[in-house]
């Protein structure tokens, strides 16, 4: 089946740091990811779509500044929570779907295990 | 625009028996229905899809969702529940005349605990 590997799954950093978090798919070829925020005991919050090869489209209120998308190939999408603050702690989750099946419109979303991102 | 409703935010279900997990939805037109499972510090998983077709659909684990037009709903099931089944379940809807939006819209999220 296909597979979305997420990287790292657990990181401290310092306060005014950038991390990166990488989104791999490993089996299939995804033109679009996306790339979600989960608090606490909380649904996922949908950051921004990530497509290969152009600029990544952000919902309102996401500070595009602050969390750099890159997706750069057709398996891989990265997310750069820039000069991180506490604030910022969260659970981050991307998923992508497989556009090679027969219709991507009713095809589910595979999704990475997450990362757990904390900010000291 | 399309929207997911889980009315409850806990399901306590003891093992052995039936569980159920609510879901209702709002799309413009047919929608695609989607169950997906998350154990703690974990991404989602799939379960099952309504597309088309039969209302009833079975998915990963013994589960099983039924798809009621009239009712606006897609109900998770199981017959008999297994402690592992504790989880939080996320029921999710895709409007196939979204031809922006790639995106699932989520529900809040259930969280099953299934007690021994």
């Known amino acids: 089946g296909a597979v979305v590997s997420q990287h790292p799954s657990r990181v401290i950093c310092k306060s005014g740091t950038s991390v990166k978090i990488e989104c791999r798919s490993l089996?299939?070829?995804?033109?679009?990811m996306f790339w979600y925020r989960q608090f606490p005991k909380q649904s996922l919050m949908l950051m921004a779509t990530?497509?290969?090869?152009?600029?990544?489209?952000?919902e309102q209120g996401v500070e595009k500044d602050k969390f750099l998308i890159n997706h750069a190939s057709l398996t891989l999408s990265t997310l750069t929570v820039t000069s991180a603050h506490p604030e910022d702690s969260s659970f981050y989750i991307c998923?992508?779907?497989?556009?090679?099946?027969?219709?991507?419109?009713?095809?589910?979303?595979?999704f990475g295990n997450g990362t757990r991102l904390t900010v000291t | 625009a399309q929207s997911v409703a889980q009315p409850e935010d806990q399901v306590n279900v003891a093992e052995g028996n039936p569980l159920t997990v609510k879901c209702t939805y709002s799309?413009?037109?047919?929608?695609?229905l989607f169950w997906y499972v998350q154990y703690p510090n974990r991404g989602l998983q799939f379960l099952l899809k309504?597309?088309?077709?039969?209302?009833l659909v079975k998915g990963s684990y013994g589960f099983e969702a039924e798809f009621n037009k009239s009712q606006t709903s897609f109900h998770l099931k199981k017959p008999s529940a297994l402690v592992s089944d504790s989880a939080l379940y996320f029921c999710?809807?895709?409007?196939?005349?979204?031809?922006?939006?790639?995106?699932?819209?989520f529900g809040p999220g259930t969280r099953l605990s299934v007690l021994p």
């Open positions: 089996d299939f070829q995804a033109t679009t």
């Open positions: 998923s992508a779907r497989d556009v090679s099946t027969a219709s991507s419109y009713n095809s589910p979303l595979h």
């Open positions: 999710a809807v895709r409007d196939p005349f979204d031809n922006y939006g790639q995106n699932f819209v």
């Open positions: 990530s497509n290969e090869g152009s600029k990544a489209t952000y």
């Open positions: 309504y597309i088309t077709g039969d209302n």
């Open positions: 799309v413009s037109g047919n929608p695609y």
